[in-house]
């Protein structure tokens, strides 16, 4: 027969599960920004705010049209030393697209939802439906999408070391049956154009 305090413990331990899967589900969502404001401050920020915080640069990746690589582009954003809102803001310069003429690994109306950076070092990254519901099919566009996410985020915060893809708000096991989904990824630099 089980003893009460490892019934307590075990109650305990999946009630905290819970209540760390809603809060990172539903938390904030009040600080989400429409598509259009995508070159607006990082949430939380006022445009004052932003404006007088330093700037740091960080690299975006995007698609290269000619091969399956990954190709970076020099972006600057608000340093303000908050993990969550700096992942947003390199977030947001990847919706935005490239400057540079390379491919947008994500499909036209994606919108972010909510990013959470967690104290282990994953990233959680919540995408509305339009991600899976607009992206073209294939292995390389696929691999495209989430490893421009991944590496943009680990190669930019060292508070990050790997990335889990949410879609509405839930998990999924591929974004179009290529590459799981359901589970941290961690960076894959060797996609990275060498030029």
Sequence with gaps: MPRPKTVLLAVLTVLLA??????????????????????????????????????????????????????????????????????????DELLRGSLEGNLSPLPPGTKLEQVFVAKNGTAYVDFSRDLVARHPSGTSAETATIFAVVNSLTANLASVKNVLILVDGEERETLSGHLRLNRPLLPNMGLIAKN
Excluded: H, M, Q, Y
């Design 18 to 91: 819970v209540l760390a899967f809603r809060f990172i589900r539903s938390g904030g969502r009040e600080d989400i920004r429409p598509a259009e404001d995508v070159g607006a401050p990082a949430s939380g920020l006022s445009e004052a705010e932003a404006r007088n915080l330093p700037r740091r640069t960080v690299t975006v990746f995007f698609a290269r049209e000619n091969d399956d690589r990954l190709v970076g582009e020099k972006r600057e954003i608000p340093a303000d030393g908050v993990p969550d809102r700096e992942a947003r803001a390199i977030l």
